[in-house]
């Protein structure tokens, strides 16, 4: 379409091009950045996604030695933090607000057998809290104004063995902690101050069931928590109710007549609230439920498949789709998530690196 000079739309083209720079047409802006972290090469990829397609575009791959997997992101969105399993310690790197581009602070031993298997930052962004699988404890660790993570633990905490996840709620008080051997979510209350973590009454909360707890993901109305269970393959509703959860029920993330081997690993609410996903390694696929707004009951609304083992996956903080990685498969695929109904719909695959192990995404601008 050829423009008139004087037209309204060419007028709009070139205040445009004078506040932001040449425009072009072949190339959309991406205000959201996704991070995978690959175990089994150690490498950390930094992807564009396309808000509007969820068109992934590579735009950075850094070698992170000791097997990098479990991943977060401050709460203000300036700081990557990539713990390495095998090294036993925390790689903190900035984030540029302008394209999402990854610079190496600090990297911080935290030392524990088998290395950390979860990360995640307390809700003001001052604190660093760390989960260990091997060992059994859990620690917190002062982050510091220009990122990094200070040397040695605020705190530590020894638990029970298969400590998988440790994350606070939306409060920034109850940090739930659960086990899978143990069959325990341990329950902590936080001193947003201090840092240091304190039982919750109870202090432990016991499935009658042998569920296997592994991680946990927060409703946004603060109202509901849920669990996903690995040996059992199911997910838990509960009710937080002051400083302890509450199961509401429980289901299984399986369609009826599937009897191989299986067991979940992830959980994620969708950003509305609406909808809520697990992922199952054996049947491959990501279980899809409903979310009633008043009881936090659950109601399954099938499982989409995946490539081989999603042990990991994302919703994007737009909640237009959701990313999961196939560990065996070496694959990421993009998934569109249905609007009215929550379903997901495959869109593209990509080869990746080695051993995807852990899924990032935020948005920018």
């Given at each position: 379409?050829?423009?008139?000079?004087?037209?309204?739309?060419?007028?709009?083209?070139?205040?445009?091009?004078?506040?932001?720079?040449?425009?072009?047409?072949?190339?959309?802006?991406?205000?959201?950045?996704?991070?995978?972290?690959?175990?089994?090469?150690?490498?950390?990829?930094?992807?564009?996604?396309?808000?509007?397609?969820?068109?992934?575009?590579?735009?950075?791959?850094?070698?992170?030695?000791?097997?990098?997997?479990?991943?977060?992101?401050?709460?203000?969105?300036?700081?990557?933090?990539?713990?390495?399993?095998?090294?036993?310690?925390?790689?903190?790197?900035?984030?540029?607000?302008?394209?999402?581009?990854?610079?190496?602070?600090?990297?911080?031993?935290?030392?524990?057998?088998?290395?950390?298997?979860?990360?995640?930052?307390?809700?003001?962004?001052?604190?660093?809290?760390?989960?260990?699988?091997?060992?059994?404890?859990?620690?917190?660790?002062?982050?510091?104004?220009?990122?990094?993570?200070?040397?040695?633990?605020?705190?530590?905490?020894?638990?029970?063995?298969?400590?998988?996840?440790?994350?606070?709620?939306?409060?920034?008080?109850?940090?739930?902690?659960?086990?899978?051997?143990?069959?325990?979510?341990?329950?902590?209350?936080?001193?947003?101050?201090?840092?240091?973590?304190?039982?919750?009454?109870?202090?432990?909360?016991?499935?009658?069931?042998?569920?296997?707890?592994?991680?946990?993901?927060?409703?946004?109305?603060?109202?509901?928590?849920?669990?996903?269970?690995?040996?059992?393959?199911?997910?838990?509703?509960?009710?937080?109710?002051?400083?302890?959860?509450?199961?509401?029920?429980?289901?299984?993330?399986?369609?009826?007549?599937?009897?191989?081997?299986?067991?979940?690993?992830?959980?994620?609410?969708?950003?509305?609230?609406?909808?809520?996903?697990?992922?199952?390694?054996?049947?491959?696929?990501?279980?899809?439920?409903?979310?009633?707004?008043?009881?936090?009951?659950?109601?399954?609304?099938g499982q989409e498949h995946t490539e081989k083992v999603?042990?990991?996956?994302?919703?994007?903080?737009?909640?237009?789709?959701?990313?999961?990685?196939?560990?065996?498969?070496?694959?990421?695929?993009?998934?569109?998530?249905?609007?009215?109904?929550?379903?997901?719909?495959?869109?593209?695959?990509?080869?990746?690196?080695?051993?995807?192990?852990?899924?990032?995404?935020?948005?920018?601008?």
């Open positions: 379409m050829k423009l008139k000079p004087n037209s309204r739309l060419s007028k709009s083209l070139l205040l445009l091009s004078l506040l932001f720079g040449p425009l072009s047409t072949g190339e959309a802006w991406a205000d959201l950045r996704l991070y995978l972290a690959n175990r089994h090469d150690d490498s950390l990829m930094r992807f564009d996604m396309d808000e509007a397609s969820g068109e992934l575009t590579l735009r950075q791959t850094l070698k992170l030695e000791g097997e990098p997997a479990p991943m977060c992101v401050s709460p203000d969105q300036r700081t990557l933090y990539v713990a390495g399993r095998k090294a036993e310690r925390v790689s903190a790197f900035s984030i540029s607000p302008k394209d999402g581009s990854l610079t190496l602070i600090a990297e911080t031993s935290i030392p524990g057998k088998g290395g950390a298997c979860y990360l995640s930052t307390d809700r003001s962004g001052k604190f660093l809290l760390s989960a260990y699988y091997s060992e059994g404890k859990v620690a917190v660790r002062k982050l510091c104004e220009n990122g990094s993570v200070s040397k040695g633990a605020i705190q530590t905490i020894s638990t029970e063995k298969n400590a998988h996840c440790i994350l606070p709620n939306h409060r920034n008080r109850l940090v739930l902690v659960p086990h899978t051997g143990p069959n325990t979510v341990y329950q902590f209350l936080l001193d947003g101050k201090t840092g240091k973590l304190s039982p919750a009454k109870p202090a432990k909360y016991v499935p009658k069931k042998k569920l296997s707890p592994r991680h946990v993901a927060y409703h946004p109305g603060g109202k509901f928590v849920y669990v996903v269970n690995e040996g059992s393959s199911s997910v838990t509703a509960c009710r937080l109710k002051g400083d302890s959860i509450q199961p509401v029920h429980t289901l299984s993330t399986l369609p009826a007549d599937f009897k191989e081997r299986n067991s979940c690993a992830d959980v994620e609410v969708h950003p509305p609230g609406k909808f809520l996903y697990c992922s199952n390694r054996g049947h491959d696929s990501v279980a899809m439920f409903a979310i009633d707004q008043k009881t936090g009951r659950l109601t399954s609304i999603p042990r990991s996956f994302n919703v994007d903080p737009t909640g237009k789709f959701l990313v999961a990685a196939g560990l065996r498969a070496n694959k990421l695929t993009v998934f569109r998530i249905a609007p009215g109904t929550g379903k997901l719909k495959p869109i593209k695959t990509y080869d990746v690196g080695k051993g995807p192990t852990w899924v990032q995404i935020l948005k920018q601008g």
